[in-house]
Structure formats: C-alpha cells, structure tokens
C-alpha cells in the first residue's frame, strides 16, 4: 500500500489550485492511514484467535519463540564466558567464534515488551 504514495503524490502535483491540492493530499493519506490500519486491525485479528487456540502447534509458537530468546541469552551471557574460560584453559589463544546477539535482542526486547503489557492488563483486570 505504501507503494501506492509515490503514485498517488504524482498525480496530487498536477492539480493547480493550492486548497485543492491539499484537500486531496489530506483525503488521500487518510485513505492511505485507513488502509494500513485496516490491515493491522486483521492481523490482530488472527493473532487473537491464534493464541485462544487449544491445539499447540497452533498456539504454542509465542512461548517457543520465548524459549529460544531465553536460551540464546543464557548462552550469550553465561555460557559463552563459561566457554571462553574453558578453551582459554585447554587451548590457549584459540580465539571464540563471534555471536550475533543483534537479531536475538531485535526479537527478545520487544517480547519482554508484550509481556509487560500482558502483565499490565492482567493487574488491571481487563485481560481475557
């Protein structure tokens, strides 16, 4: 949809009155906004009747996605020194292979996030 705006803001430059020009870039990105929301409502939509399902396959993806945060952490935090330490002791000056912990902080920081709020609604009594 957001493809649509280099288009759409084209075809705004042609129009000669200023007011109209406006009206039409004001209409159209709220048409624009209207869309992209539409798009998140639905997918909110699903998220919701994801989670509400029984079967864990269906469900169970949140909290293994949970899991694997949590033991890329741990290993990044305590087993790699640990690992470190080890091979320092049995191999000296064998450097350790680097761990990229950018996309696991990209995935785990926002978790927490959505936990917090979950934790948040639940304390307010609003969470189904």
Not at 24 to 38: E, F, I, P, R
Not at 102 to 122: C, I, N, Q
């Amino acid at each position: 949809m957001t493809a649509l705006a280099p288009v759409i803001s084209d075809l705004i430059d042609h129009i000669p009155d200023p007011d109209a020009k406006a009206k039409a870039t004001a209409a159209a990105n709220a048409q624009l906004l209207a869309m992209l929301q539409a798009g998140d409502t639905a997918q909110l939509q699903v998220n919701a009747a994801e989670a509400a399902n029984p079967n864990l396959f269906v469900s169970g993806w949140r909290p293994a996605v949970g899991w694997v945060c949590v033991l890329g952490l741990l290993v990044q935090t305590v087993g790699y020194p640990l690992m470190g330490w080890g091979l320092s002791l049995w191999s000296p000056g064998t450097p350790m292979p680097q761990i990229d912990t950018d996309t696991l902080m990209g995935l785990l920081v926002p978790m927490l996030g959505l936990g917090a709020y979950r934790t948040f609604e639940k304390v307010k009594g609003v969470a189904r």
